[in-house]
């Protein structure tokens, strides 16, 4: 595809990004990230061993490095100082990999992101080189200021993490979207196939999802389904839908040169 994902100067083909958590074993997320279709996936530090531990089975055996870009993520930090930690410490363990993705909790219920600590760590993660990508809540105003601090890439989450429930407020995030000069995408709350594609006709630039696909009964054929949605909403968005006419119905085929029943 002409259409690409340009994140931090680097292109990509595909615009669904997918996490790899919550699968039964290594090889099913493989086999997941594959149907996929995906090219950049995450990785949570500190819950998946990349080399930490020697004497467990590492997540990068299932990874090709020359396939795949991999984006460390602060999943389960609740303040920008372990959030910086971790990432310096993914830093450390990926050869100095520096696209990352910042998400600093703020409740170990609900995981709605702390907006305030986010935006501290986002503020020290760019200024020591970090190509930020960052989780946050719906709010425009505290997304602009994501994007002015250097973020990458903001992503607004469409409902609670895990929870499924798809986009709830579709209008927060078209303001998003035209407010930013940087690719938006939809992190949290996707649950089946046309959540994805609803994000994508808003206009979002991509979604990232885990739960959706590693909780399905069937994470291999959902992943498909996924990178399918993506695909179509995205053609449609660039498309153009056609214009809602609320109690105006329009023919699908012309008046013009209607046989008259009384030929």
Known sequence: MDDQLVIAGKAYGSRLLVGTGKYKDFDETAQALDASGAEIVTVAIRRVNLGQDPNSPSLLDALPKNRYTLLPNTAGCYSADDAIRTLRLARELLDDHRLVKLEVLGDPTNLFPNVKETLKAAEVLVAEGFDVMVYTSD????????????????????????????????????????????????????????????????????????????????????????????????AAYLAGRMPKRFYSATPSSPREGVISSRS
């Open 139 to 234: 709010d425009p105003i505290i997304a602009r200021e994501l994007e002015d601090i250097g973020c990458c890439a903001i992503m607004p989450l469409a409902s609670l993490i895990g929870s499924g429930m798809g986009i709830l407020n579709p209008w927060n995030l078209q303001l998003i979207i035209e407010q930013s000069k940087v690719p938006v995408l939809v992190d949290a709350g996707v649950g089946t196939a046309s959540d994805a594609a609803i994000a994508m006709e808003l206009g979002c630039d991509g979604v990232l999802m885990n739960t959706a696909i590693a909780a399905a009964r069937e994470p291999v054929r959902m992943a498909h389904a996924m990178k399918l949605a993506v695909e179509a909403g995205r």
